[in-house]
């Protein structure tokens, strides 16, 4: 068992990465549309929507992990105590 548990952890950090190094390739992709000047196309307007589809999915995933993983904590809010009792006003 004990074996198990630092391959699992490489595991899932090599998923990260991969999540992550297949995150940002779209956006070099959308890069590249906006320098040739293709994104005033409709082709060009497709393909960037497409890309940054597949970008945000596969940042969603590695966020997701990371927040799983405890590594976002944060960005939790923390709970808020019982609400102070204001002095009651007198009426008269």
Same mark, same amino acid.
């Given at each position: 068992?004990?074996?198990?548990?630092? &391959?699992? &952890?490489?595991?899932?950090?090599?998923?990260?990465?991969? @999540?992550?190094?297949?995150? @940002?390739?779209?956006?070099?992709?959308?890069?590249?549309?906006?320098?040739? &000047?293709?994104?005033?196309?409709?082709?060009?307007?497709?393909? @960037?929507?497409?890309?940054?589809?597949? @970008?945000?999915?596969?940042?969603?995933?590695?966020?997701?992990?990371?927040?799983?993983?405890?590594?976002?904590?944060?960005?939790?809010?923390?709970?808020?105590?019982?609400?102070?009792?204001?002095?009651?006003?007198?009426?008269?």
């Amino acid at each position: 068992m004990t074996e198990q548990r630092p &391959r699992e &952890r490489l595991l899932l950090a090599v998923t990260l990465l991969i @999540s992550i190094l297949l995150g @940002s390739i779209p956006l070099a992709g959308i890069g590249w549309i906006i320098m040739t &000047r293709g994104i005033t196309t409709v082709d060009g307007l497709f393909m @960037s929507l497409i890309l940054l589809t597949l @970008s945000g999915i596969f940042f969603l995933n590695a966020f997701l992990e990371l927040r799983e993983r405890g590594f976002l904590a944060f960005l939790l809010k923390k709970k808020a105590g019982p609400p102070k009792d204001t002095p009651a006003s007198k009426a008269g």
